[in-house]
């Protein structure tokens, strides 16, 4: 029997719902309808002021509404002849512990049933609410379209054309970028070949002659630090580093200099990524015995270790037999691959049991053992102690005492 246009709706909004793991809502006159499983506790059914707020907004505009509230949470509300729809919470930013608890506390919610949030890019935002639009409005949106309704673009195409007028001319004044392109090859070409001191050295040679880039000094020098670490990633990537590796990397270097205040600090993190990257690729050169077979192999691992991972994928994903697959990475490595994928769960787990206050059970279900006893037999086989003994004996202080 054919769904009705209802019945049909219905379906999209509760799997979509499920499949981003957001609430869903539709108001109206009759009270609230809920698209998302146990959602009592969504601060859009909890908080009658955050609904009242979404919907007031929405009245005034024809394009979906989208707000940030002040803990870089995103909402949505698109407007119908006869209901409104709520979607959210959508985070671009990651919550810790007391972050999640002010978040939750500003809506009302009881601290025992909050829950983590899941990231989103902006753009992932933008296009959840358009799809949504299309389902309870068939109505298309663009990106561009939600951007300016919603003033998420603070500065315009023609304010930008102007901007880069002005600052073309006071470029041609300054005389930025005095540095050459062949100066930026010379660095780029160091990476790739291994050589750690003179990537370093031509890094910080090249420091005085670039152009201003920012409105501060410490916005110039975090900028330096973004461009200069992802263009030597990238080398670093040609050299034969796994993308994986120079990813993780480049991203927890830029990360960290995001967050400094302090340009000297800014500087050693941008030397010490540059020094790495390079390091990373020199010790490849190196240990040229080591087949793209295995590197690709273990970053195959890295990547899906929260997955189940097949010995017959990772060779189909390579072209070669899992037979031959098996030997060649117990010759080069030293160990089979079974023990490969256990080492760096176990290195997770570690991680997660020092840095996070998730419970040992959830974790051992975050990086895929099939149970927690056996979860605990790997790690102390590993680590010579129990999950638990080693979260004591390590787990910082201020994440100790942090209620």
């Not at 990813?247 to 800014?266: A, H, T």
Request: glycine share 4%.
């Amino acid at each position: 029997m054919q769904k009705s246009q209802a019945e049909y709706s219905t379906y999209l909004l509760t799997h979509l719902s499920e499949l981003q793991n957001i609430g869903i809502f539709a108001i109206k006159d009759t009270g609230i309808v809920s698209y998302q499983k146990n959602s009592a506790h969504n601060p859009l059914h909890h908080c009658a002021e955050l609904q009242a707020y979404l919907i007031e907004n929405a009245k005034n505009q024809a394009v979906p509404y989208i707000c940030k509230d002040d803990h870089q949470a995103y909402f949505a509300c698109i407007r119908t002849s006869q209901k409104y729809y709520l979607a959210g919470p959508m985070c671009t930013t990651f919550f810790n512990k007391t972050q999640r608890h002010k978040f939750y506390r500003t809506y009302g919610i009881p601290e025992a049933v909050e829950k983590n949030l899941r990231l989103f890019t902006v753009t992932e935002i933008l296009h959840l609410v358009c799809i949504l639009a299309k389902i309870v409005t068939d109505t298309e949106y663009t990106d561009r379209q939600l951007l300016n309704a919603n003033h998420l673009i603070p500065v315009t195409k023609e304010q930008e054309a102007e901007e880069q007028i002005l600052f073309n001319l006071k470029s041609d004044e300054e005389d930025f970028y005095r540095h050459s392109y062949q100066e930026e090859r010379k660095l780029l070409d160091m990476v790739r070949e291994g050589n750690v001191a003179e990537a370093v050295r031509l890094s910080k040679e090249m420091d005085p002659e670039v152009g201003k880039l920012g409105a501060s000094e410490l916005t110039h020098w975090r900028n330096m630090l973004v461009i200069g670490v992802t263009l030597c990633a990238r080398a670093a990537i040609e050299g034969g580093l796994m993308p994986y590796a120079a990813y993780r990397l480049s991203g927890y270097y830029i990360n960290k200099g995001s967050e400094c205040k302090d340009i000297m600090q800014i500087l050693a993190y941008r030397n010490h990524a540059i020094e790495e990257l390079t390091k990373r690729v020199q010790e490849l050169k190196t240990r040229r015995h080591t087949s793209s077979y295995t590197e690709q192999c273990k970053d195959y691992v890295k990547k899906h270790f929260r997955e189940k991972i097949y010995l017959d994928d990772i060779a189909g994903k390579l072209g070669i037999s899992s037979s031959y697959l098996s030997r060649l990475f117990k010759k080069e490595a030293g160990i089979c691959i079974q023990d490969y994928v256990n080492d760096v769960r176990i290195e997770r787990a570690a991680n997660l049991l020092i840095y996070s206050e998730e419970s040992i059970p959830r974790i051992a279900e975050y990086v895929n053992f099939p149970s927690q006893s056996y979860f605990g037999k790997i790690f102390k086989a590993k680590k010579n102690m129990t999950p638990r003994q080693y979260r004591e004996s390590y787990k910082p202080t201020e994440f100790l005492e942090e209620k």
